[in-house]
C-alpha cells in the first residue's frame, strides 16, 4: 500500500492513493488558500466518517431508514500542548428510530477501522531517499 504526496502549488500538499487523489492545503489564516481541508482536518475528520461507516452500514444492512441520522465529534485540546486528548462522538437519532438498535449503533460505530488504528498505533518511520 503505498500513497504519493505531491506538491501541487501555494500551501497545497495531495495524497495520491490508486485512482483517488486527496488534496489539502492550510487555511487562509495560515498563509494558504483555503481551497481544501488541511491535513489535519483529514485526520480529525477521518475518524468521525469512519464511525459514520459502520452505522450506515449497520442501519443498511437492516434496512433502517437513515434520514435524520448524524453523528457529532467534539475534541478536547491539552491548553500547554494543544494536541487532542479526547474525542468524544454523539450518534443522534430521530425519535422514530428503534430504541432497541441505539446500542447497537454504538457497537457499530466502535468497530471504526481508524479508531483501532489509534487504540494500536502503528511505528511510523521517516527517511530521505535520494533518487537516482
Request: hydrophobic share 35%; charged share 20%; with cysteine.
Given at each position: 500500500?503505498?500513497?504519493?504526496?505531491?506538491?501541487?502549488?501555494?500551501?497545497?500538499?495531495?495524497?495520491?492513493?490508486?485512482?483517488?487523489?486527496?488534496?489539502?492545503?492550510q487555511?487562509?489564516?495560515g498563509?494558504g488558500?483555503?481551497s481544501?481541508?488541511?491535513?489535519f482536518?483529514?485526520?480529525?475528520?477521518?475518524?468521525?466518517?469512519?464511525?459514520?461507516?459502520?452505522?450506515l452500514?449497520?442501519?443498511?444492512?437492516?434496512?433502517?431508514?437513515?434520514?435524520?441520522?448524524?453523528?457529532?465529534?467534539?475534541?478536547t485540546?491539552?491548553?500547554?500542548?494543544?494536541?487532542?486528548?479526547?474525542?468524544?462522538?454523539?450518534?443522534?437519532?430521530?425519535?422514530?428510530?428503534?430504541?432497541?438498535?441505539?446500542?447497537?449503533?454504538?457497537?457499530?460505530?466502535?468497530?471504526?477501522?481508524?479508531?483501532?488504528?489509534f487504540?494500536?498505533p502503528?511505528?511510523?518511520?521517516?527517511?530521505?531517499?535520494?533518487?537516482a
Amino acid at each position: 500500500m503505498e500513497y504519493v504526496i505531491t506538491f501541487p502549488g501555494g500551501l497545497r500538499v495531495d495524497a495520491r492513493y490508486k485512482d483517488v487523489t486527496i488534496q489539502t492545503d492550510q487555511t487562509v489564516k495560515g498563509g494558504g488558500e483555503g481551497s481544501a481541508p488541511t491535513p489535519f482536518m483529514c485526520f480529525l475528520s477521518s475518524i468521525g466518517t469512519c464511525a459514520g461507516f459502520y452505522v450506515l452500514q449497520f442501519c443498511r444492512s437492516r434496512d433502517l431508514p437513515t434520514d435524520g441520522i448524524r453523528l457529532t465529534q467534539q475534541m478536547t485540546l491539552d491548553p500547554e500542548t494543544h494536541l487532542v486528548t479526547t474525542i468524544s462522538i454523539d450518534i443522534h437519532v430521530p425519535p422514530t428510530f428503534p430504541a432497541k438498535y441505539h446500542a447497537a449503533l454504538v457497537r457499530a460505530a466502535d468497530q471504526c477501522t481508524v479508531k483501532k488504528h489509534f487504540e494500536t498505533p502503528p511505528s511510523i518511520s521517516v527517511q530521505t531517499v535520494a533518487d537516482a
